[in-house]
């Protein structure tokens, strides 16, 4: 038995068209059939991406970049982020001008709406409330900001606290804990389930799937995915368009 965790955004959904694969469904539905266990492992919340999961037999979900991980709809970890990193990360929005979104276990609220923030929620959200104190009443696990790569503000980013930025998009990155990562989320799956590295399966495309990656003793990039992800893959596959999953899986013997 093997656990294999999916990416979802360009690697199980093309993330323009939002299409999941017929290909990748059936897929994933024969390895649950041979007794392997089926995760998702996301930078999403797991309310923004239920819609992916209510199609595939998932059983683990490491959700938001590791700081939120369920088996069997238990929740088994979590990681909120200290309020003093959370406020450390707004004031670096507010003194630079850039929108923020903060990630809580139930809801996520933007700072505002903007051009820049539009470009980017296109991809995972179609509506979107706005409440920039929303981090003052709920637990936070992860923030997004609105920067641009190559802004100068960059490099301005805080490193004294608890936390660092991870890019997903080019007009915005993750704030995540500099502790908390997909690989901490799947390593607390692993221990639960008294698994090791040796028998997780990763498959990914993003710069924050580079941890789990290193993590796992086989790993999957997509076709499209970043340069140093395919750099540290086991294998590369298709994109998703392409039936990239389905590809990997039958090439790797997943099945027999």
């Known amino acids: 038995m093997k ?16 299409t999941l694969p017929q290909s990748a ?7 649950a059939e041979k007794g392997h266990i089926i995760g998702i492992a996301t930078g999403r919340a797991r309310y923004f991406a239920e ?9 683990a979900c490491v959700t938001i970049n590791g700081q939120y991980v369920e088996y069997q709809n238990e929740r088994i970890y979590h990681n909120p982020i200290p309020r003093e990193d959370v406020e450390q990360a707004i004031a670096y929005c ?12 139930h809801d996520t609220k933007l700072s505002e709406k903007n051009e820049a923030v539009a470009e980017v929620m296109r991809h995972w959200l179609d509506t979107y409330d706005i409440d920039p104190n929303f981090y003052q009443t709920t637990p936070i696990y992860q923030l997004w900001a609105f920067v641009p790569e190559n802004h100068p503000a960059n490099d301005a980013f805080p490193t004294d606290g608890a936390i660092r930025m991870v890019r997903f998009h ?10 908390g990562s997909k690989a901490n989320g799947l390593t607390q799956f692993l221990n639960h389930v008294n698994l090791t590295p040796e028998d997780l399966i990763v ?3 993003g710069l924050n799937d580079i941890e789990m990656f290193e993590l796992a ?7 499209a995915a970043h340069p140093t992800v395919k750099a540290l893959a086991t294998y590369v596959t298709d994109g998703v368009l392409e039936n990239g999953l389905a590809k990997a899986v039958k090439q790797l013997g997943l099945l027999d």
């Open 3 to 18: 656990a294999i965790f999916f990416d979802i955004d360009d690697t199980l959904v093309d993330k323009e068209s939002h």
């Open 217 to 223: 003793k086989t790993s999957i990039a997509m076709g």
């Open 51 to 59: 819609w992916v999961i209510e199609q595939l037999p998932v059983q």
């Open 170 to 179: 080019p007009a915005a990155a993750d704030i995540v804990s500099k502790t």
């Open 94 to 105: 507010n003194e630079h001008g850039f929108a923020y979104g903060c990630i809580g276990e």
């Open 25 to 31: 469904i059936d897929a994933i539905q024969a390895l």
């Open 203 to 205: 498959f990914g495309d």
